[in-house]
C-alpha cells in the first residue's frame, strides 16, 4: 500500500528559528513529490521534486529529494509568524491520477 | 482571475439528507479532483475526472457521485448523509498531464453532517 509519513506532526518555534519538515514514503512507481502550505482553507503549491539531490529554492524556503533513501525535507530558514501553517507532502505515482498526501505538519511561528 | 471555484463554502446536514457540492474552474484544465480533508489528516481523494464524460473512483468514493458533463463543471454528489461524510471538500484541478503535476485548490467546504 503506498504510504506517506510526515514528521513532526507538530512544530512550535520562535521567529528567526530554522526549520526541517520531514517527508517519508513508500510507493510503488514514483514519479514526483510535492510541497503544499496550507494556511487557512486551501492548499497553495511549494514545490515539485523529481530528481535525487537538487535543491530546490523559493526564498527562505528550499527543499530537496532523496529517491534512494525515499524522503524529501523542507526547510524554512528565519521564519516569521507568516509561515505559520500545515505543510502537507504528497507523492505522484506513475499511471495513477492522483497524488497520495501525508497528514501534514503543523508549524507554528510565534514572535 | 476566478481559478478553481466552489459553493457552497459552509453547509450543515442532517443525517439522510442529501446535497451537491459545486465546483467550477476556468483555466481549461482537464483533471479535476475531489478531495477530502479530516481534522489532523492529509487528503484524501473522493473522485477525480480526465476530461468531459470521464470520471473515476479515488480512494474513498463510497457515499459520492460526480459527474463530468463540461470541462468547467465536476460537482460532487453526497446523496444519503452520514455523520461520517462530516469533513472539508476541496476540489481542485491541474494540466494534463505533461510531467509537471501541480494541483489548484478550491478554498474548500466545510460540511457537517448532524
Known amino acids: 500500500e503506498d504510504k506517506v509519513v510526515q514528521s513532526p506532526l507538530s512544530l512550535v518555534v520562535h521567529e528567526g528559528d530554522t526549520v526541517t519538515l520531514n517527508c517519508s514514503y513508500e510507493?510503488?512507481?514514483?514519479?514526483?513529490l510535492l510541497w503544499y502550505k496550507q494556511e487557512k482553507k486551501a492548499p497553495t503549491f511549494l514545490f515539485m521534486l523529481?530528481?535525487?539531490?537538487i535543491e530546490k529554492k523559493s526564498g527562505r524556503l528550499s527543499s530537496i529529494l532523496d529517491k534512494k533513501e525515499l524522503f524529501s525535507i523542507l526547510n524554512i530558514t528565519a521564519t516569521q509568524t507568516g509561515d505559520s501553517a500545515i505543510y502537507l507532502c504528497?507523492?505522484?505515482?506513475?499511471?495513477?491520477?492522483?497524488?497520495?498526501f501525508g497528514t501534514g505538519t503543523r508549524l507554528t511561528v510565534i514572535p | 482571475n476566478a481559478g478553481v471555484t466552489q459553493t457552497p463554502k459552509f453547509r450543515i446536514l442532517k443525517i439522510g439528507q442529501s446535497m451537491t457540492l459545486q465546483c467550477a474552474q476556468d483555466?481549461?484544465?482537464?483533471?479535476m479532483y475531489w478531495y477530502r480533508q479530516d481534522p489532523g489528516m492529509g487528503l484524501k481523494l473522493i473522485y477525480y475526472s480526465v476530461g468531459a464524460g470521464i470520471t473515476d473512483k479515488g480512494e474513498v468514493p463510497n457515499g459520492y457521485n460526480v459527474s463530468r458533463s463540461t470541462t468547467e463543471d465536476f460537482p460532487l454528489r453526497l446523496e444519503l448523509a452520514a455523520p461520517s461524510q462530516t469533513s472539508v471538500y476541496f476540489c481542485?484541478?491541474?494540466?494534463?498531464?505533461?510531467?509537471?503535476?501541480?494541483?489548484?485548490f478550491g478554498s474548500g467546504t466545510q460540511l457537517s453532517v448532524l
Open positions: 510507493v510503488t512507481n514514483f514519479r514526483s
Open positions: 504528497a507523492v505522484e505515482v506513475s499511471g495513477a491520477n492522483n497524488l497520495f
Open positions: 481542485a484541478s491541474s494540466f494534463p498531464r505533461s510531467g509537471s503535476e501541480k494541483l489548484f
Open positions: 483555466m481549461n484544465h482537464n483533471y
Open positions: 523529481t530528481s535525487s539531490g
